[in-house]
């Protein structure tokens, strides 16, 4: 049976991301800084990549020339995207706890010299495609075949330097670049279709010349059947539209703008822990 | 420019476009890791060699700096060394927070060749102009800027970045330029190049400057002043030794720059003296002004960017002393 059919895997990897949900927010915590609503709903997301066989990478040689580059466009999930590299292995998990701490290499947004694992420092919203692009075509004068997934927001396409990028990724028919979007429809100030619509947001990225697939952004085994089977269209970059709910997981901050940056208390870490059924170890 | 052209090493004009185009195209037959990004225009950017020659090297993302300057980050990535070609007033301004993250605060292997910097856009008019560009990008954290001075320096900076690491602004000049240098000059990259040794007043000057600081030190000698003239091409990281060296034993410093008079040569040379060694200074570039419409030899003289402007400036330097 393939690895991806196997239930039982399915259901480890679904507890890696509820590991990674906890982990996130009880770093939070202990920052009394962080954004819980997108790490929660990435983590799935961030799961599958990493655990779930999508990446190419090697945790031992974090520049391995010949890697998968992964992204994180949406650079305040640091919560999550850093629970992720430690699970996988990149640093010691004990390492979480200095996360925003003074002179931690855990900074409240990614950087590529602090920590290994992190391809771009991210943070300013529509870096991370323009960034991809760049990293796509450097594959392919290289005459490589690694791939290059790069993970974004969905209030963050309103930034118009993605739409930039994505021009010159149908330009290049850049097919070993895929976009994910976690779609989660809440930005920083209120829901994304209140503040500024992006529907249709499929058939946005279509015109941009990206061929479209849209998943349940919470269901690892069918994010791992879609992203294991890129490009999706051949000479054409991918888009994975990841229609995800912010603050998944944890009901009281499901779908609320209020937990796009909510700081969780030591009640809310204990009743996340019960909903997830998973503890952290670190 | 006729005149300038008497007090330097060869009498006639050189475009340091073409320096900068065919070092780049020696440096990619040599090295398969370097590749030019351009934002529309192949002519501004001089890369029509370039582009027939490695095509598959050459990436043009259309009229886009913010793209541009990511994708050059992203390139640098992957293994290689992106030159980012393009108009440097676009370049630098529009895409400035991808200058400060994607290339300075990461730390990426991406040389922003800004072409046509200054005024050399003349009757185009302040949007076209570039004259904050050295100070954006002088302030940042981690970015080298190389302001050459010629044609002869324009081919040696482009050959000495491609040894470099991390994120380089090399501001490459629109207009014509008698070589102050001979053909063999070695760029020292954070070393300050003398171009005279005189004891009385120094001149410091980049880019386009130089020249004609060179033809002021010419008229000082008449008047029977000893200028020394220093090219100031590593505009970051600031040879400081030299500065003191210049403040302790003349009688002070006059910078020249094509661009704002804060915040670029001006200001890191006054940055140092303040601290160090302070002294008489006059900064000679563009006062707290957009420019109004003239040929970019115009603006020149407009802002009293010319040999004498920087002859009259040297004098009250020394007439303050006296």
Known sequence: MPEAANPEHAARLKAQANWIRLSAMTMTNHAQLGHTGGDLSSADILATLYLGGILRVDPQQPRWPQRDRFILSKGHCSGAFYSALALKGFFPRDQLKTFMDPLSMLNGHPDRNKLPGVEANTGPLGHGLPISVGAALGARMRGETWRVFVLTGDGELQEGSNWEAAMTAQHYGLENLVVIVDRNRIQQGDFTEKTLKMEPLADRWRAFGFAVVEADGHDCKALRDRLSRVPFEAGKPSCLIANTVKGKGVSFAENQPAWHHGVPTREHLAAAASELGVEVDW | MEAVAKAVENTSLHDCRDAY??????????????????????????????????????????????????????????????????????????????????????????????????????????????????????????????????????????????????????????????????????????????????????????????????????????????????????????????????????????????????????????????????????????????????????????????????????????????
């Open chain 2, 21 to 322: 185009a065919e070092a780049l195209e020696k440096m990619a037959a040599g090295d398969a890791r370097v590749c030019a990004v351009i934002n529309d225009s192949l002519s501004s950017a001089k890369l029509k060699n370039f582009k027939a020659k490695y095509p598959g090297r050459f990436v043009n993302v259309g009229i886009a700096e913010q793209n541009m300057v990511g994708v050059g980050a992203g390139l640098a990535n992957a293994g290689m060394v992106p030159y980012l070609c393009g108009a440097a007033c676009f370049m630098t301004a529009r895409a400035m927070e991808q200058v400060k993250v994607d290339l300075a605060y990461s730390r990426s292997n991406v040389r922003l060749c800004g072409m046509s910097p200054g005024m050399a856009y003349g009757q185009l008019g302040p949007t076209h102009h570039s004259i904050e560009d050295v100070a954006w990008t002088r302030i940042l954290p981690n970015i080298g800027v190389i302001v050459p001075a010629d044609a002869v320096e324009t081919r040696a900076a482009m050959l000495y970045s491609l040894k470099h690491e991390g994120p380089l602004f090399l501001r490459i000049a629109r207009m014509p330029l008698p070589d102050v240098h001979k053909s063999g000059y070695e760029f020292r990259y954070g070393i300050a190049d003398v171009l005279r040794w005189g004891r009385d007043v120094t001149l410091m000057a980049c880019g386009v400057m130089v020249s004609r600081a060179l033809e002021a030190a010419h008229m000082l000698e008449s008047a029977g002043v000893d200028a020394r003239v220093v090219n100031m091409s590593t505009v970051k990281p600031l040879d400081r030794d030299a500065v003191l060296d210049a403040a302790r034993s003349t009688c002070g410093i006059v910078t020249a720059e094509e661009g704002l008079a804060a915040g670029g040569l001006g200001g890191a040379v006054a940055e140092v003296l303040a601290e160090e060694h302070p002294a008489p200074m006059r900064i000679l570039g563009v006062r707290d002004a957009f420019a109004p419409t003239g040929s970019a030899e115009f603006l020149l003289e407009h802002f009293g960017l010319t040999p004498g402007g920087i002859r009259d400036a040297a004098l009250e330097l020394l007439e303050k002393r006296r």
